[in-house]
């Protein structure tokens, strides 16, 4: 970096902005980035007399710095050729005040933990205790006090769930979707509450909105061939299991789904064991003719 007065100038400056907001650790930085280039420069005249007038009031307001007048009660004062000394100083300053920061950083996480796995416990005490309303309350104030903690709410949501409080539940997987929209953990446990309230129509939503978000896989289209089974969509879940069993063939719940809507598609004559699932027939039919012949190789072309 050029040793020009006007850069030297800049981190004396930069140090006296860092101080009005009481950051010692860039305060600290800028100025020692202001010694380091002053070591062996060549300003010299007005200029040198400018920055040591910049420099000493920089100084001057570092020692009225709370924390700086514990290590320096007599202040910190600068004289010219001294600058290395001083740089040296204010370096060991910096990385120990950075170290001692980081280890009050550590710990207050590792304290944090330590409540935050402690009230889940308790919580969960009170679910197995049947008192949902203690547990509730417990993993409300869990989720205020710990709101940076991203897997939180899809944790406090499944323990909600598996409790069979699937409404409660709904409202943590929620703020998961908002917090962390790359995970698929809260949109798969809404769809599984939504069903157990039998709000299948959101549930529905759902698993389309996961299908968007995150493309088909063998479960979400397995889910989605349930539900429209649960609604009695032939056709709808004839091609969601269509796609279960393109992807895996030995899919049991697949296959149970199949030869319950396979004959409503195609008729009476409907064998899954020598048809190949393709699109159903548009048109919402209980029976079509007979099902397509199995195509050996012939790739299966879904549009769901």
């Known amino acids: 970096m050029s040793a020009s007065s006007k850069t030297v100038k800049e981190f004396i400056a930069r140090s006296k902005s860092y101080i009005q907001r009481n ?23 007005r200029e040198r007399f400018e920055v040591n007038v910049l420099l000493d009031e920089a100084l001057r307001d570092l020692s009225g710095m709370k924390q700086i007048k514990r290590v320096f009660p007599q202040g910190i004062h600068y004289e010219k050729g001294q600058e290395k000394a001083l740089w040296r100083t204010l370096t060991r300053m910096h990385d120990k005040l950075e170290a001692a920061i980081e280890k009050l950083r550590v710990e207050k996480i590792r304290s944090q933990k330590l409540e935050l796995d402690e009230m889940l416990i308790k919580a969960q005490e009170f679910l197995v205790k049947k008192e949902p309303l203690e547990a509730r309350k417990l993993f409300r104030k869990a989720s ?10 899809v944790d406090i949501g499944n323990r909600l769930m598996m409790a069979g409080l699937f409404v409660e539940a709904l409202e943590y997987f929620k703020r998961g979707m908002e917090v962390d929209s790359s995970d698929p953990r809260p949109y798969q446990f809404s769809i ?3 069903e157990a309230v ?9 698993v389309k909105e996961t299908l968007r978000r995150f493309g088909g896989n063998e479960s979400i289209y397995l889910r989605m061939a349930k539900l429209a089974l649960q609604k009695r969509q ?21 296959m149970k789904i199949l030869k319950q809507v ?43």
């Open 144 to 153: 205020e006090l710990y709101p940076e903690e991203k897997n939180l709410p």
């Open 23 to 45: 950051d010692y650790l860039r305060t600290l930085k800028a100025l020692c980035q202001a010694l380091e280039l002053l070591q062996g420069s060549q300003i010299f005249g």
């Open 234 to 254: 032939w056709s709808e879940a004839y091609d969601a299991v269509a796609q279960v069993l393109q992807i895996n063939p030995t899919n049991q719940d697949g």
């Open 198 to 206: 039998g709000e299948l129509d959101k549930a529905e939503e759902v």
């Open 192 to 194: 599984i509450c939504h």
């Open 262 to 304: 396979g004959p409503r598609i195609f008729g009476a004559g409907f064998d899954p064991a020598k048809s190949i699932p393709g699109k159903a027939p548009r048109g919402g039919g209980e029976a079509a003719p007979t099902a397509p012949a199995r195509a050996p190789g012939a790739p299966i072309k879904l549009e769901l």
